[in-house]
């Protein structure tokens, strides 16, 4: 078989509309900026520079805000099907670039190109969700207590919402906010992470097509690549946006929750994970291995939903630790667009700081490495590691804490209530798994009793949700549910009717009020 050709830079700026030189708002018309404040963003691969994008400046974000206002109030008056026609399109405009799409993310992000492409599939997924789901944004009928009245519930378009997301699934989750909101009739104001803006500028690029060719308005698709102090501030602050939708760390989502709470401000708050996946002595460890691997190693660990810690019951410890240490040393480490990798760079050099400090603070905590433990540095830049597994407890201070590298701790159990203690044992509430073959051992990790996360799986690792289910988690995740389910109602506005179609005028509750 010939060997696949590694798509380049310059066929993927080509296909995505992207230059060496841009400027970061835009609307739908054309790209501006003012602050003559330049990002630069480098390829965490090599060092190179990709591109340098003049920022979008105070003056700018008010010019985009209002754009994005007007174009609200046209677009609500749109029928929820018809906007579904709008998603419809841009679904299928993401498939006929899924695959420079999916190299930009490996390009800027860092992930591998399967991985690339699976994060393009999301965007399309909820695309095809959104469209059905633009006939069916109903609410209930409900029995009223007085004669000849009727009540139900209504929803309505919010307005304009804010998508601020993160470096690490750079296309995807900007996806799941705006295929809903935009069936839902709200304009979207997106502000990228500063770590992946060609992603930002490719998807406006995509979807400026689908709209312009609907002769919609401009500005119910809009970015801001800028910073978090200027654009980010102006974004959370900003009372003309009723909901903030936030994709990152614990503590930058305690600040945003703060910052939209005091104003009233609705937020989704989907924040750091702490995922791990009890493995039974009853378990398929085969299936439980491939899991725990994909989860720890997969993104680089670099997913909100990565495992991060294995609790395997002692019985079949040394075994299953075993045959994870044998994969690991399999692990083939390069350029993400290189069909042979598994692992690709971290997003960069500050990345790796933190993963050298947390493996540091680990073996000061009686954490004994395993396995990994190393930066590497093949192509010069030293974005590279191992990736690493820690034996170590999980009252350690380090194992509380999210680091965003491929650093999976692991532990022993005896009996299946210690594991669910030690499993929720963390600040954060995420995602999370049990391996086993007992029915009784899964559903009582599926009861209140055991997993106290948003997503908990039975024989399916931490990672990889598909987006028909409500995403997102409890405690320091944030509360937040993007994606499936219902979390489209989160993008609308909740109104309770009550009708009276029989003349006479009743009091509810029995009061009687006549002169
Ligand atoms: C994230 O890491 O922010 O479940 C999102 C998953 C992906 C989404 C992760 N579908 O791993």
Request: proline residues 4%; contains cysteine.
């Amino acid at each position: 078989m010939a060997k696949a050709k590694k798509i380049t830079k310059n066929q993927i700026f080509r296909a995505l509309g992207l230059k060496s030189k841009m400027k970061g708002a835009n609307c739908g018309g054309e790209w501006f900026a003012t602050s003559k404040d330049y990002l630069k963003t480098y390829s965490p691969t090599t060092g190179e520079l990709l591109s340098t994008i003049e920022q979008t400046s105070p003056k700018d974000y008010d010019l985009v805000m209002k754009q994005a206002q007007a174009a609200f109030l046209e677009f609500r008056s749109m029928p929820a099907p018809l906007r579904g026609e709008i998603v419809r399109q841009v679904g299928e405009a993401l498939r006929a670039k899924k695959d420079m799409l999916g190299a930009l993310v490996s390009l800027e992000m860092g992930k591998i190109y399967t991985e690339g492409l699976g994060e393009v599939q999301e965007m399309i997924d909820i695309c095809d969700f959104a469209v059905g789901m633009s006939r069916n944004l109903s609410g209930p009928t409900l029995q009223s207590e007085r004669p000849k009245h009727r009540m139900m519930e209504q929803w309505h378009p919010l307005g304009v919402i804010g998508v601020i997301s993160a470096f690490n699934f750079p296309v995807a989750v900007w996806a799941w906010n705006t295929a809903l909101g935009w069936i839902c009739g709200d304009s979207a104001l997106w502000k990228p992470s500063s770590k992946t803006p060609l992603c930002a500028i490719a998807c406006q690029n995509i979807v400026n097509e689908v709209f312009k060719a609907n002769k919609l308005p401009e500005g119910i698709s809009c970015v801001t690549v800028g910073s978090g102090r200027i654009v980010g501030e102006k974004l959370i602050n900003d009372k003309n946006i009723p909901m903030v939708s936030f994709t990152g760390s614990t503590k930058m989502g305690k600040r945003i929750g703060g910052v939209v709470g005091e104003r009233l401000g609705r937020t989704i708050l989907e924040l750091g994970g702490n995922n791990a996946v009890i493995i039974s002595e009853k378990a398929d460890l085969t299936g439980a291995l491939a899991s725990a691997f994909f989860g720890a190693v997969g993104t680089a660990g670099q997913r909100c939903t990565s495992t991060r810690r294995l609790i395997i019951q002692e019985t079949v410890y040394d075994k299953f630790v075993k045959k994870l240490v044998a994969n690991y040393k399999k692990v083939a480490i390069g350029d993400p667009l290189d069909p042979a990798t598994l692992m690709g760079p971290l997003i960069d050099e500050g990345s790796v700081k933190d993963y050298e400090n947390a493996i540091a603070a680990a073996k000061k905590q009686g954490g004994k490495v395993l396995y990994g433990g190393k930066v590497l540095k093949p192509f010069g830049a030293a974005t590279f590691v191992q990736p690493t597994i820690i034996e170590i407890a999980n009252k350690a201070e380090i194992v509380q804490h999210e680091t965003f590298a491929p650093i999976l701790y692991i532990m022993k159990y005896k009996k299946l209530p210690q594991a669910f203690k030690l499993h929720n044992d963390v600040p954060q509430g995420l995602s999370s798994a049990i391996y086993t073959d007992s029915v009784n051992e899964g559903e009582a990790f599926l009861s209140f009793l055991g997993s106290d996360c948003g997503i908990a799986n039975i024989n399916i690792g931490t990672s990889g949700a598909e987006i028909g289910g409500a995403f997102g988690g409890e405690k320091e995740t944030g509360g937040g549910r993007e994606s499936g389910s219902d979390a489209w109602k989160l993008y609308m506005r909740r109104q309770t009717n009550t009708i009276n179609w029989g003349g006479e005028v009743h009091l509810a509750q029995g009061v009687e009020f006549k002169a």
